[in-house]
């Protein structure tokens, strides 16, 4: 058996190739748990079945007490190219996605320069034809100045807003700048939602606290709340299609519990529902992000309003910085922390402490972002979707090593967490990517696309 895409294979997109795996414990698109087979030909799934027979695959993987998911889609990452690649870069950030079962990705426009124009957009593109392992898209940014590309360009999930906790052109802060950009258009706008007049009033009274632990009260709730009733305002006065990114308080699932018009969609971090502040006495600035970690009581309500579907679907927020910058005293330690090779593990190991369960984990790390962001034939085992999966394994426990990870920035928020469901093979394309600690740097992902016209408006 010639096998398609083996590791270190130096041909990998030659097809036709084909994939049998055998005996997985398959989640079906209804969330139905069986044991059964996958077969793929080229980039695409062509039959799920308790057992297929006929087949002649090019390759057979055995993958008995194992369980496939589709794979991860994050739909919030920073993945610093072009301009900080000390930080990241596409093609490291991608084998990090590989190891963390992420398939597909979506990355924001905060680079340098930062993603506002097409030709902007089209240089990220490009990069990642050449670096990526994983499927990307990219989102464009909004500033003050509306630019006609915030409108035309493409492809891009949509437009991202930072309404606070951000410096430059790619802050809008000012109710009028954002209303002319909720006016105009149709695409949807995706928004960090937090209030930067407060920020910048609390940042001077608390100037002189250089504990990191000031951070999540200095962004404290109630900014995060201004922002996102004023997000829901404008979204409601134009009907347009609202994505609130990394939700991080209680307050606001409370809001959109009581009012989530049908074009608006939410996400939230495991970092949110797993940290709480009491990370700042253990990882000091490490546990330093935008929005900042809350307490527990904010934990425990954003896991019932994920579990209640207030809350769509999960993102990382994947923003590496290095230790040398994080090493900096508050407040010049940059806010962020890596993700997406944690993600998956953190979510499955909920599920097996029966936080939620593993149906649910696929549905909110794959389906329910391939849905809310129309990306066609993603997000699910079934014939005709794309062959993007992850056999992870739920029955052994393995602790968060610094030393293991892919990430540049080469530390995690986690680390010594116990974790099971951790990716043995990911698959993107048709193509395995990684299998068992290694990639095969060979493969690449696609550009994703956006066929938004038919969403929920
Ligand atoms: O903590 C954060 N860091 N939150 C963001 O939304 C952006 C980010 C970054 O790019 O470092």
């Known amino acids: 058996m010639t096998p398609c895409s083996g590791l270190n294979d130096l041909h990998p997109m030659s097809f036709p190739c084909s994939l049998l795996i055998r005996h997985a414990q398959i989640i079906l698109p209804n969330g139905e748990l069986i044991i059964g087979d996958v077969l793929t030909r080229d980039r695409t799934i062509v039959e799920v079945a308790p057992e297929i027979t006929n087949a002649t695959p090019t390759r057979e993987i055995d993958a008995q007490g194992l369980t496939l998911l589709p794979g991860v889609?994050?739909?919030?990452?920073?993945?610093?190219?072009?301009?900080?690649?000390?930080?990241?870069?596409?093609?490291?950030?991608?084998?990090?996605?590989?190891?963390?079962g992420v398939t597909s990705f979506l990355e924001m426009p905060n680079t340098r320069p930062p993603t506002i124009t097409q030709q902007a957009l089209n240089d990220k593109l490009q990069r990642a034809s050449q670096k990526c392992l994983v499927n990307y898209g990219f989102f464009i940014g909004a500033t003050a100045d509306h630019l006609p590309d915030l409108i035309l360009a493409?492809?891009?999930?949509?437009?991202?807003?930072?309404?606070g906790s951000m410096?430059?052109?790619l802050l809008v802060d000012q109710e009028a700048a954002l209303e002319a950009i909720?006016?105009?258009?149709?695409?949807?706008?995706?928004?960090?939602?937090?209030?930067?007049?407060?920020?910048?009033?609390?940042?001077k009274e608390f100037a002189d606290i250089h504990d990191p632990a000031i951070h999540s009260q200095i962004q404290d709730n109630q900014a995060a709340l201004l922002a996102t009733q004023l997000a829901l305002k404008l979204s409601k006065k134009y009907q347009r299609r609202l994505h609130i990114l990394h939700m991080s308080t209680a307050q606001e699932a409370d809001l959109l519990r009581q009012d989530k018009p049908s074009w608006v969609t939410a996400e939230v971090t495991p970092q949110h529902l797993l940290l709480n502040t009491s990370a700042y006495d253990k990882i000091g600035t490490l546990a330093q992000m935008n929005p900042p970690l809350r307490s527990p009581h904010d934990n425990e309500v954003l896991w019932q309003a994920l579990r209640d579907g207030v809350i769509d679907f999960i993102a990382t927020d994947h923003a590496p910085h290095t230790l040398e910058e994080k090493a900096q005293q508050y407040p010049n330690s940059p806010s962020g922390m890596p993700g997406v090779e944690t993600s998956l593990p953190l979510m499955l190991t909920a599920a097996m402490q029966g936080k939620c369960n593993v149906a649910q984990v696929a549905h909110w790390m794959s389906s329910a972002v391939a849905q809310a962001y129309g990306i066609p034939n993603k997000g699910a085992i079934a014939p005709g979707y794309d062959a993007d999966l992850v056999l992870v394994d739920l029955n052994t426990y393995h602790p968060v090593r610094r030393e293991e990870l892919l990430t540049k920035c080469g530390w995690s928020p986690f680390e010594?967490?116990?974790?099971?469901?951790?990716?043995?093979?990911?698959i993107v394309g048709g193509q395995i990517?990684?299998?068992?600690?290694?990639?095969?740097?060979?493969?690449r992902g696609q550009a994703l696309e956006f066929k938004q016209d038919k969403l929920r408006t």
Request: proline residues 6%; hydrophobic residues 35%; glycine residues 10%.
């Open 416 to 426: 010594g967490w116990e974790l099971t469901g951790w990716p043995m093979i990911t």
């Open 154 to 163: 493409k492809p891009t999930p949509g437009i991202k807003v930072f309404m």
């Open 182 to 203: 909720f006016a105009q258009g149709k695409r949807l706008i995706a928004v960090h939602a937090e209030d930067q007049d407060r920020i910048n009033q609390r940042r």
């Open 73 to 100: 889609i994050d739909p919030q990452v920073h993945f610093r190219e072009p301009g900080l690649e000390h930080k990241e870069d596409l093609f490291t950030a991608s084998c990090a996605c590989a190891k963390g």
């Open 433 to 443: 990517v990684y299998d068992k600690g290694k990639l095969n740097t060979n493969v």
């Open 167 to 169: 410096h430059g052109q």
